[in-house]
């Protein structure tokens, strides 16, 4: 069952979008060398309460952090803690989310913390987070859930391979269904699996968390004694880049974008819904 909101509820979800992307905007600006994971998790605290808006990954499953951090090759679910001091040419991802009124947001993004990165590492990002706009704009009325996978994987297979030979798709984690709760139906595959069918139509009311995972070797993963952390099986960073998105009526909006993906899905040939709360 996916559920399906209501104009209203988008705009609720609008709201929480918002406030993941002031979350991300201090936590960007706070990551820089010396700071700690932990630092970061207290500058999410603080954006958190001063939009009144409540943390969903706090508690989600015992989760200890508002946000998590997750540097170089950790993919995601990175626990923040005072002893993961950031330093110049690290690779971090910060995956946030917010509830306003039962109406859940989650985004993540890849920071580059100081400086002295590779071009490879810089252009591991980007292929990422294109892969995830690549995602977004297939988010129509009439295109099926695999269409959103396809446009995922197809734009990262189109992408000159890097020094370290290829890009791992992670097979473990994927996107999801948003709304009343953080992770709901349908889960979205970042890679086109035939044996799981097309998935359900995309239809106005939907809401999905795109959230491609891409590392520099091996799609593989474990996950840590910790329980959360999960780490590329061949040790190769990765990135990680999520929105939210609504398909309403009148096309899609980027929850968790300022601008509601605007700008960037102009330049995809997309016209974005109107901003319910402009
Ligand atoms: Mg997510």
Known sequence: M?????????????EAGLVVAAIHRACAEAAVPGATTKDLDEVAAKVLADHGAKPNFLGYGGFPG???????????????????????????????????????????????????????????SRVTEESM???????????????????????????????????GIVEDYGGHGIG?????????LNYVDRRRGRGPKLV??????????????????????????????DGTWSSHWEHSVALTEEGPLVLTAPDGGKA???????????????
């Open 2 to 14: 996916v559920e399906i909101k209501t104009p209203e509820q988008i705009a609720k979800m609008r």
């Open 66 to 124: 508002n946000i998590c951090t997750s540097v170089n090759d950790i993919v995601v679910h990175g626990i923040p803690d005072r002893g993961t001091v950031l330093k110049a040419g690290d690779l971090l991802s910060i995956d946030a989310g917010a509830i306003v009124d039962g109406w859940h947001g989650d985004a993540a993004l890849t920071v580059f913390v100081g400086e002295g990165h590779s071009a490879e590492l810089r252009e591991l």
């Open 133 to 167: 706009w690549a995602g977004i704009a297939a988010v129509r009325k009439g295109n099926r859930l695999v269409d959103v996978s396809k446009a995922i994987e197809g734009y990262i297979r189109r992408q000159p391979l890097p020094a370290s030979g290829k890009y």
């Open 180 to 188: 009343s709760q953080m992770h709901m139906d349908p889960h979205l």
């Open 204 to 233: 106005p009311g939907m809401c999905l968390a795109i959230e491609p995972m891409v590392s520099l070797g091996t799609p593989k993963t474990h996950v840590l004694s910790d329980d959360w952390t999960v780490k590329t099986n």
């Open 264 to 278: 960037k899905l102009a330049e995809l040939g997309v016209e974005t819904a109107p901003d319910p709360l402009a």
